[in-house]
């Protein structure tokens, strides 16, 4: 799959001083053009994000295939497909979660989505029993649960969200321990059921790198594609949302509007990411960390390509390490939460000093 | 002309803004003072939508700020709030840039362009406009903003204690940038103030609040006096006139 | 409700003491065994089972909920923050990490080596934490119990790094639910150490008080404010350890009391201490409870109940009372 965002990258040949405060004047934001204007440190940026990508993935491919390449390529283009649809879907929702709670250390993830998404296969299978369940094709069972997910996310953070008058503080707090309370709860109904169904949403349930639904890949797929697409045709919104709530209805945002659609987005990237893979904690905040201090841009065309890029190289790159250096002892997930949480301890001491 | 009918808002118990009603006018420069608390900036916050109002009614030359599609209503009036310093990493010219999306959503035209030139002029910015806003003094910044909603190019212009944070230098600067705009654009500017000299030698209107209510409304000649001041703050103020301004001193 | 606070300050202890009494009679009786009280004297059967299961459990449970709430308690004065308590200071997940490290490299330890080992890791996991949060400048109230939560998710992290490569996945979720039900006469008594240091925590009420007001504040009615903070820390930890090591984490409880009972009775940490103890051991015999008697005759473990129950009972404070925390 090659990197379909090269195709919207328009780069400007005039060369525009990035932060000189007496510079030429900067004049990408020229409406007249829909494009993708860089500046050059930006284009430094996408360039060398594209050669670690292709080298990744050529990685990835031929790593020890010992001349199996019948056998090696569909199974490993299968994963990368997988590891690219996930990696997307981690960085999008993230960035727009960044931008929808005007915060940069929360993670879908963090305000309990994943665990929500959890909690909603776990009791659809608690209430219809996995005797029914079983007789349910997956695709249609993965539908529902999206679909149910994608409701009661956009629901419950609504409510939380408010019309933004509740304050942050109280947002992230019911956010974090909202998730304690779907993780909770869906232990309670774990104990409380019968070990039959038990096992069969374990299996059905918790795909983890090593064990990716790939039943899942060709909707999951479709749907990213789905959410990536309203994201992009958001983005002037987004753009001006990153202002903050003020701001933006002071600018004529439908302020509900748009934070409904964007609930939405989020809760359908997590949902395909959840159903792949399982829940990761802090690809998301690495991934759209890393993309932020990359481009130094508030433009969210640049940092969602960015972090989309950013993941997708952490991923494959990651799984390529786990499968040959680490001789598949170990979890990406864990591999990526150390990674991830160290670099936001730096992150944090690092503009403690600033 | 905005209209604020009984409007109301209230925590829990305690009501902030309490039946108000008033008309703002079309033009010109309007002051709301008073002591903390007396619900200034909560109206200020429920005129431009930004707060929900539990009961009455604001509508700006006949468009209801509630009911109006927002879009619609972000043509007629801006507000500048005090604490809302944005965290985006932007440079002043995005910044007032972002003051056209009511008009282009995103996709600047011609006149946009011209209207975020003229508006960084106008506000003295053109030599800042590509510095990153986190870079600039309070008093630079506060000015960026003010050329953002000049951008906008709206007939009213909110702004909610505008001189928090600004020195005595920076603070007289803008408020004569505001009552130029007053003036060569025909604007009506309204704003919470908490030095009521400010608000006298700059404003023609001062309307004074207290517990949630108006309690004076006039020119500065009716709301600067020793006797009204004193109702509305509950202190004693002796106002002097020193060059043609009244001038109010409180500090004994 | 028109008590003034004092009068409802100085009934409080008593009211949650008359809560936690009948509550442990009550949990002394429930259990898939059949205790006849009119038998015990003559019904051996009946007495071991007292002795050695249904006691040591009802002890244990008191112990261990009354000892985190004052640990909650105390971290949410030195921290100047009421949302940072063991379960998001990254306390909980270093202690487990410090058990985990144990169980790896000396499985055979006596039980004390691994609540010392794990009581280093959480005291060093903590101190990490108050050391970043001393550093960011922007004191963001969210951002600090914000970063506990991401460094606890990090230790964890780590954690199952090793778990995975060692198979003790397993183990380490154990560590991170509270149970009680496999505590029986001889596997408890560790708690008995994390009551006594919750003990010791009343004492120096007055130095927490006087370290939570700032250093300044401390130094100027001469209390040594790094031994009030790193004291105050070290039973903070010792608690957390102890309870993970025998029981198993208890989320959000060290949250939960301490926000309910200074809602209800002021900041005063001295005068508040005796009633959040006693409110935490009321709060985990209810959980406990419920967790024995709801699908009898199996057991749902207390974690997942105070889980349950706990993060519920949160969400609707902050919801209700949001004016009061959006203010902040």
């Known amino acids: ?354 | ?252 | 409700m028109k008590l003034s606070r004092s009068t409802v300050a100085a009934v409080a202890p008593w009211v949650a003491a008359a809560a936690v009494l009948p509550l442990a009679v009550v949990s002394v009786f429930v259990g898939a065994a059949n205790v006849d009280f009119g038998a015990l004297w003559s019904d051996e059967q009946s007495r071991q089972l007292l002795l050695q299961s249904r006691l040591p459990r009802t002890f244990a449970i008191i112990l261990a909920g009354a000892a985190l709430a004052v640990a909650g308690l105390i971290m949410q004065h030195l921290a100047r923050n009421r949302f940072v308590a063991p379960s998001t200071a990254g306390t909980v997940d270093a202690a487990a990490l410090g058990l985990l490290t144990v169980t790896i490299l000396t499985p055979g330890m006596a039980v004390m080596g691994k609540v010392l080992v794990a009581c280093v890791f959480a005291l060093a996991g903590t101190a990490l934490f108050v050391m970043l949060i001393q550093r960011v400048q922007f004191k963001d109230v969210i951002f600090v119990p914000l970063v506990g939560i991401v460094l606890g998710g990090v230790y964890a992290a780590i954690g199952q790094f090793f778990a995975y490569r060692t198979n003790l996945t397993q183990t380490m979720s154990v560590w991170m639910n509270g149970d009680f039900s496999g505590i029986i006469q001889g596997r408890y008594e560790t708690l008995w150490l994390a009551g006594g240091v919750a003990l010791l925590a009343y004492l120096f009420a007055n130095w927490f008080t006087a370290a939570g007001m700032g250093k300044d504040f401390a130094t100027n009615i001469g209390v040594n404010f790094k031994w009030a903070m790193a004291g105050g820390l070290s039973i903070a930890a010792m608690v957390t350890a102890v309870v993970v090591t025998t029981v198993g984490a208890i989320p959000f409880l060290g949250l939960i009391v301490p926000n309910i009972v200074t809602m209800i009775l002021g900041d005063n940490l001295r005068r508040i201490l005796p009633t959040t103890a006693l409110a935490g051991a009321a709060l985990v015999l209810v959980c406990d409870i419920v967790g024995r008697v709801l699908i009898f005759p199996y057991e749902i473990a207390v974690g997942v109940i105070v889980g349950t129950i706990g993060s519920a009972i949160f969400l609707a404070l902050i919801l209700r009372k949001s004016n009061r925390y959006a203010a902040a």
């Open chain 2, 1 to 252: 002309m905005i209209t604020i009918d009984a409007l109301t808002k209230a925590y829990d118990e305690t009501v902030v803004v309490d039946h108000v009603n008033l008309q703002l006018p079309d033009s010109g420069v309007t002051s709301l003072i008073g002591p903390n608390g007396a619900g200034k900036s909560t109206l200020l916050s429920m005129v431009s939508r930004i707060l929900g109002a539990d009961a009455g009614s604001v509508s700006v030359e006949g468009v209801d700020v509630f009911k109006a599609p927002s879009k619609q209503v972000a043509r007629k009036l801006s507000i500048l709030r005090q604490d809302a310093h944005t965290t985006a990493r932007i440079t002043v010219r995005e910044l007032v840039e972002f003051g056209r999306y009511p008009h282009s959503h995103g996709r600047l035209t011609a006149d946009c362009h011209a209207a975020v030139a003229e508006a960084l002029t106008y506000c003295d910015l053109e030599d800042l406009a590509e510095r990153p806003i986190h870079q600039l003094s309070g008093g630079q910044r506060q000015r960026a903003y003010v050329a953002m909603v000049l951008a906008q190019d709206t007939r009213y212009v909110l702004l909610d204690e505008p001189l928090n944070n600004l020195d005595m230098v920076h603070a007289t600067g803008l408020m004569q940038l505001l009552r130029r705009l007053a003036d060569e654009k025909g604007k009506s500017i309204v704003l919470v103030l908490h030095d009521v000299n400010y608000a006298s030698v700059y404003s023609d209107r001062i309307i004074a609040m207290r517990n949630g209510a108006v309690v004076h409304d006039g020119p500065p000649e009716a709301v600067i006096t020793d006797h009204a001041l004193g109702d509305v703050y509950g202190m004693e103020f002796s106002v002097h006139t020193l060059g043609g301004d009244r001038i109010a001193a409180y500090f004994r």
């Open chain 1, 1 to 354: 799959m090659p990197p379909r965002e090269e195709h919207t990258i328009v780069l400007e040949t005039e060369a525009e001083p990035a932060s000189e405060p007496d510079g030429a004047r900067q004049d990408y934001a020229g409406g007249e053009r829909s494009g993708f204007a860089l500046t050059p440190r930006q284009k430094r940026v996408f360039v060398t994000l594209a050669l670690l990508l292709a080298a990744s993935l050529v990685l990835f491919l031929t790593w020890d295939v010992n001349g199996h390449w019948d056998f090696a390529l569909p199974r490993r283009s299968e994963q990368i497909v997988a590891l690219v649809i996930v990696g997307l879907a981690v960085s999008t929702s993230t960035v727009v979660f960044h931008t929808l709670t005007a915060n940069r250390i929360l993670t879908p993830s963090i305000m309990g989505f994943d665990a929500l998404y959890v909690l909603v296969a776990t009791a659809l299978v608690f209430m219809v029993g996995s005797a029914t369940v079983a007789q349910i094709d997956p695709l249609v069972m993965f539908g529902l649960n999206t679909a149910l997910m994608m409701g009661c996310a956009t629901a419950i953070y609504q409510w939380i969200l408010g019309s933004g008058e509740r304050g942050l503080y109280t947002l992230i707090l019911v956010g974090v321990v909202a998730g304690t309370f779907f993780t909770s709860l869906t232990n309670f109904m774990f104990r409380t059921m019968d070990p039959n169904e038990f096992d069969s949403l374990m299996t059905t349930l918790f795909a983890s790198f090593n064990a990716i639904d790939t039943t899942l890949l060709w909707i999951g797929g479709g749907l990213l594609l789905a959410g990536v697409v309203v994201v992009f045709r958001l983005v002037p919104r987004l753009d001006v949302l990153g202002l903050g709530r003020e701001r933006a209805i002071t600018l004529g945002l439908d302020y509900r509007k748009t934070v409904t659609w964007l609930l939405l987005v989020v809760a359908l990237l997590v949902s395909v990411s959840t159903a792949l893979v399982g829940p990761i904690t802090f690809l998301g905040l690495l991934v759209a960390n890393l993309a932020y201090q990359l481009t130094q841009t508030h433009r969210h065309s640049v940092n969602l390509v960015a972090a989309g890029l950013v993941s997708i190289i952490a991923l494959v790159a990651g799984q390529a390490v786990l499968e040959h250096v680490l001789d598949h002892n170990g979890t990406l997930g864990s591999i990526i939460n150390v990674v991830g949480g160290l670099y936001f301890i730096g992150l944090l001491l690092k503009e403690a000093r600033s």
